[in-house]
Structure formats: C-alpha cells, structure tokens
C-alpha cells in the first residue's frame, strides 16, 4: 500500500526558502501526474503545482515565478522548491496524484513569519 510522506516544511521568514519533498514509499511514480496542494487554517485545500508524467511543471498563479516542482521518478519522490516565501504561503503542504489515488498523508507545515 502507497503511503504518502511529505516533509521539509518548518518556520521561516518573508523571503525565505524552504524544499519539501514528498515520497511515495511503497509505490511508484511514474505512472502519475504529481500535484503539491495547500490548506491554510479555516480556508479550504488549494491546488499549488502539478508536475506531469513527462515532467512539464504548471502553477497556480499565486506562486508562480517562485516555487519550482520537480520529481525525480528512480527514488519515487517529487519536490517543491519554495523560494521568496510569503506569510501567505503559510499552510500544511500535501502531495497527491491529481486523481487522488491515494490516501492523504498527514502534510507538512510551512509558516512564513517574521
């Protein structure tokens, strides 16, 4: 059984970077477009990125020019590079095929606060 686990999240400040990573332990990638997404408290979950199975990155207009998704398909692990971080960009962090095919892992938290 796939598990999702995400990680690389922590507290940084305005204009920081951060990487997270996401690892599909158990399975493999290669099939799948890989999508980050984000919930902020009391907000609903929102899509971040999406990179396709040939590798072709697409970004919500929020964070476009900043972030930068990647995958590497031999270790089954996709990233988001997050650069110039924003307070708003502070969320839990989830990673996902687009289809959802998997259960949700538990996120990892990103806060941007000075």
């Known amino acids: 059984q796939v598990q999702l686990v995400e990680s690389g999240g922590g507290l940084v400040q305005p204009g920081g970077s951060l990487r997270l990573s996401c690892t599909f332990s158990?399975?493999?990638?290669?099939?799948?477009?890989v999508r980050w997404s984000r919930q902020a408290p009391g907000k609903e979950r929102e899509w971040v990125a999406t990179?396709?199975?040939?590798?072709?990155?697409l970004y919500s207009d929020s964070v476009k020019g900043r972030f930068s998704i990647s995958r590497d398909n031999s270790k089954n692990m996709v990233f988001l590079q997050m650069n110039s971080l924003k307070p708003e960009d502070t969320a839990v962090y989830f990673c996902?095929?687009?289809?959802?095919?998997?259960?949700w892992g538990q996120g990892t938290q990103v806060t941007v606060s000075s």
């Open positions: 990179v396709t199975r040939t590798r072709i990155p």
């Open positions: 996902n095929s687009i289809e959802e095919t998997f259960a």
């Open positions: 158990g399975g493999i990638i290669h099939p799948y477009d």
